[in-house]
């Protein structure tokens, strides 16, 4: 945020959710009392924190901020702050040095006596600032609507033919071009952003399929959407799930939750969830099968329709027999357990004869298609 000479950043009395770092320039604190007197109470500089009392108490400013100079200012948002529930994340640590640094200076004030620095190397202030302005770049980028739901087309390995797809979000940044999951996921995941943009992603694959189903009616078309151990513990994930549901009057078997084994371990929980969106009609399909901790006792536990095989399977089961013996042994027991499969990445047409010859049903990858956006992926089927 840039605040210009003179101007005020905010005033006594009025309601904040969101303390200030100052990244460059001068800010002034000062007190008004009811006679419009103002008291000067402190001058803070670069790397100093303000702002930070309304987050604790009842959001009210106990004091006026004033830019005295050009400032670049960081918003810390108070829900940034308070999902944060470990004291070794670098921006819970910074914010805590900044609080001891002030508490230091007034008690020195006050005593005269000099207290032991306190520690912390400036690396991790840079990394933890780096991090809070690229959270709030995403976050910025949610509300500015730049965030697009892709399409990967998943095809029926024998005929080729599309049967569904899997959704994939991407950043389309006016400054930055096209940004790809990888650089973003793991932030949007690790903070509660991932919530509201999950639920996002869910209306956007409903819009998605009701466009498919008024191009070709009847179709039975099916959306993959990806869904992250945080969203789907969030306490009201069912019943968004039904709003939403009900709200596009969609039918929930043309849509996958896509979940990876790693939010299994959290059990007794998360079945109970699972369960709740299979009786809602919703498929679960179990992502990056055989990468994590995977257990086949999930297999039986879980209301588990798809698996899909990692595209480290895909892409060596023609190479190495050992690949070859495991993932045949997956596709036996799947069938077993009436579950069926979907073969990630398949970049080549041997990978495709290979995962088709095993019993593989379905399949995706890069042989078929790369994920397109909406429109194009709307024009291909
Ligand atoms: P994922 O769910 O395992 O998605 C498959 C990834 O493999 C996608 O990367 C896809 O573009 C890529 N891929 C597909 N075919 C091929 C192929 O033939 N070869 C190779 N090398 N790669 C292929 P992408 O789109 O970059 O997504 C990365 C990850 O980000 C996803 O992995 C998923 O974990 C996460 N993600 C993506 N979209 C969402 C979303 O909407 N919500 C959530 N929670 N996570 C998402
Ligand atoms: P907050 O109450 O959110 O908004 C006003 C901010 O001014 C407050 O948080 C502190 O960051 C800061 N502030 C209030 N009183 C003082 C003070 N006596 N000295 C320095 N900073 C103060
Ligand atoms: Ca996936
Ligand atoms: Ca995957």
């Not at 039986?300 to 895909?314: E, G």
Request: aromatic share 8%; glycine share 6%.
């Amino acid at each position: 945020m840039e605040v210009a000479k003179g101007q005020i950043i905010f005033h006594q009395g009025s309601q904040g959710d969101y303390a200030l770092l100052i990244e460059k320039g001068q800010v002034e604190i000062f007190h008004t009392k009811s006679d419009d007197l103002e008291t000067h109470l402190a001058v803070l500089g670069e790397g100093e924190l303000f702002g930070e009392m309304a987050l604790f108490d009842t959001n009210i400013r106990s004091a006026g901020a004033r830019a005295l100079s050009d400032c670049t200012l960081l918003v810390i948002r108070k829900d940034q702050l308070f999902e944060r529930v470990s004291t070794s994340d670098k921006i819970v640590q910074l914010i805590i040095r900044i609080l001891m640094r002030r508490l230091k200076q007034q008690n020195e004030a006050k005593s005269g006596v000099a207290l032991p620095h306190i520690t912390g190397s400036a690396n991790d202030s840079t990394d933890a600032v780096e991090k809070l302005k690229y959270e709030n770049q995403i976050n910025e980028a949610f509300l500015h609507r730049e965030f697009r739901i892709y399409h990967q087309p998943m095809v029926n390995l024998e005929s080729q033919k599309i049967v569904g797809s899997e959704a994939l979000i991407r950043w389309e940044s006016p400054t930055k071009g096209l940004i790809s999951p990888g650089a973003f996921v793991d932030i949007l995941e690790n903070s509660s952003m991932i919530v509201p943009v999950g639920y996002w992603i869910i209306e956007e694959c409903f819009i998605h399929h009701k466009k498919l189903l008024e191009k070709h009616p009847g179709a039975d078309f099916s959306i993959s959407i990806n869904v992250s151990g945080r969203q789907l513990l969030h306490y009201s994930f069912v019943q968004t799930l039904r709003e939403l549901t009900e709200k596009h009057k969609v039918d929930p078997s043309r849509f996958k939750l896509e979940i990876t084994e790693r939010i299994l371990v959290e059990g007794g929980l998360v079945i109970d969830i699972l369960n709740q969106c299979h009786e809602l009609g919703f498929h679960i399909s179990l992502d990056d099968f055989g990468t994590g901790f995977s257990s086949l006792q999930y297999l039986a536990r879980m209301p588990i329709d798809f698996i899909k095989i990692d595209r480290s399977f895909t892409m060596n089961v023609g190479k190495d027999v050992k690949t070859l013996a495991i993932v045949d042994s997956i596709i036996y027991l799947a069938k077993k357990l009436n579950i069926r499969i979907i073969a990630e990445g398949i970049e080549t047409e041997a990978e495709r004869q290979s995962m088709r010859d095993l019993g593989c049903e379905y399949g995706q990858g890069y042989l078929f298609s790369k994920p397109l956006e909406f429109s194009k992926f709307l024009a291909l089927i």
